[in-house]
């Protein structure tokens, strides 16, 4: 089982200068959204985003904003690290929607319950009562 704080992430979203006032724009747009805290950046240019990654990813929210029109910083830096998130987020949402594996106890555990579900190959069908006559 997941721990809360392991689907929380909170990341930010580097706006490019232009155009003008996007980013206003953006937290206005963002702020409606249930399941998602944003608040102003402490860098120029910048939004802080807090979610849940079962509701959200940076690169689904990084392109519904581009879809928007919102422009992103393009630095070298910038373009690697989002990739590196996007593919963490990724590979943690997946592994969060993947079946637990069977450990050694549950999978013995299992075998028995399905063994006693069965008939056994060594059945002895003489009665009870007979079988501890001697």
Known sequence: MTK?????????????????????????????L??????????PDSLRV???????????????????GFRFKDTVLNMLSKKLIYYCEEVQYHNLNTPEHLTKSTQSEIFSKIYDQHPHGDHDETPKELREYK
């Open 4 to 32: 809360p704080d392991e689907t929380f992430k909170q990341q930010v979203l580097y706006f490019a200068a232009d155009p003008a006032g996007q980013i206003e724009r953006a937290y206005k747009l963002l702020d409606g």
């Open 34 to 43: 249930e399941n998602l805290k944003v608040e102003m950046g402490s860098e």
């Open 50 to 68: 807090s979610y849940s990654l079962l509701h959200f990813s940076l690169e689904r929210l990084e392109n519904a904003l581009a879809k928007e």
